[in-house]
């Protein structure tokens, strides 16, 4: 494990003033200056030296690893104190905020977990799957508590913020809201229009939002199933969502593909009115807000020419809550892949791709740079950008943490 600091947008200037610097030195030394020479090996020492990077501010910190079967999921619980993984073979294991494997369980066609409050019941389904229509509640220990039946096949899951609820929406337009109390578990649920893609809660967690397709809107109910708003879009759209922490914001993108590269993302208020929209030509787009509704942080990739055969370069953008573009990064030699937005969206944390994460301020300026030893497949972050899960090609869980702003 390394741990580097560098800017990856510096320039050779440091060379060429280092070279006029060595022919001096070699001029002061046929003259005998002693106290030439001194003064200036402390200077040639100061302009080699790196630049100089705050340790402590944005600072990216090794946390734990843990070896894993290829996961095709990776999750973590409100305030981060325990961590789920499921293997390609439905294997599901459960981790402390240590690091520590407190269970492993192979949950047949088990593609995705979900972990309540304090990990008092871990909520493991199979996304689409016509054989296995229904939740699978676990406990701490490893046991399992309940499994429900549900109508179709499951869609989404979200568990709520303060981490007491959890949802589910299924092929046959229900939406199901969960309390995963291990002692007496209860649900609702009611009909959508439309199929719901996605689900997510709202930041104070009594609303549950919801993307449908078919009926392509977004749409919120309170978690006893009572309508509040419907924001209908002019085509049939599907929104990746994301709510900022203290729920006056919600995000939607449209990543785009590289062979329709139409990348959209939208800014709503929590009570569905749209404040703005940004459209380009590009595509792999991935977006967050951060958690006090500040700012809005998007990477992704783009064409240079007017045809697919040209260059691709990918860039790094943090907006305004009003929409004005604050600062850009990228191109075809740093390619950053958003990860998190740190609390006060003072800065984003980017993979280069390949090995590396970098903490990036709002002026643009580098605060840090972690380099993992192999190349990173999967991430998922902690709502205020501090926990970092990744899965590396070396196939090993890593748990990183970022230092607050």
């Known amino acids: 494990m390394t741990n580097e600091l560098s800017d990856p947008w510096s320039t050779n200037a440091k060379g060429a003033v280092t070279r ?23 200077l040639l020492t100061l302009l080699i030296a790196p630049p100089s990077i705050c340790k402590t501010q944005g600072a990216i910190t090794f946390g734990w690893k843990q070896p894993v079967d290829q996961p095709i999921c990776l999750a973590m619980s409100a305030g981060c104190q325990y961590y789920g993984v499921v293997e390609r073979d439905g294997t599901v294991r459960l981790y402390n905020a240590n690091g520590r494997l407190m269970w492993k369980q192979e949950v047949d066609g088990a593609t995705n977990v979900l972990i309540a409050k304090n990990c008092q019941s871990v909520l493991v389904y199979s996304k689409l799957n016509p054989s296995h229509q229904y939740i699978s509640f676990y406990t701490r220990d490893g046991r399992r508590l309940w499994r429900h039946e549900v109508e179709g096949n499951v869609w989404a899951g979200a568990i709520s913020p303060d981490g007491t609820l959890a949802a589910i929406t299924t092929s046959e337009q229900y939406v199901y809201v969960y309390k995963p109390d291990p002692k007496r578990p209860s649900y609702r649920r009611w009909r959508l229009d439309g199929v719901g893609y996605q689900v997510t809660f709202s930041g104070d ?11 392509s809107a977004l749409v919120c109910y309170d978690v006893y199933g009572r309508f509040q708003w419907r924001y209908r879009h002019s085509r049939d759209t599907r929104y990746h969502l994301c709510i900022s922490g203290d729920g006056r914001r919600i995000l939607g993108v449209l990543p785009g593909t590289a062979d329709d590269p139409g990348m959209e993302f939208c800014l709503w208020d929590s009570g569905g009115r749209r404040l703005w929209k940004r459209s380009m030509s590009a595509f792999d787009a991935r977006a967050v807000v951060s958690p006090q509704s500040r700012y809005v942080a998007v990477s992704y990739a783009c ?17 305004s809550s009003t929409g004005r573009l604050l600062w850009e990064k990228g191109g075809l030699f740093f390619e950053p892949h958003l990860v998190a937005l740190s609390p006060k969206g003072s800065s984003v944390i980017v993979s280069d791709g390949e090995k590396s994460l ?10 840090s740079k972690y380099t993992l030893p192999a190349t990173l497949r999967e991430t998922v972050a902690s709502e205020d950008g501090r926990a970092i899960l990744l899965y590396c090609g070396n196939g090993w869980l890593y748990l990183v943490r970022v230092s607050e702003d």
């Open 20 to 42: 006029t610097l060595v022919t001096d030195i070699h001029r002061w030394l046929s003259h005998g200056s002693l106290l030439l020479i001194v003064f200036a090996q402390v």
């Open 303 to 319: 064409y240079l020419g007017d045809n697919e055969s040209q260059a691709v370069e990918r860039r790094v953008a943090v907006y």
């Open 358 to 367: 970098y903490n990036i301020d709002n002026r643009g300026k580098l605060l």
């Open 205 to 215: 967690s009594n609303r549950v939002i919801v993307g449908t397709s078919d009926e």
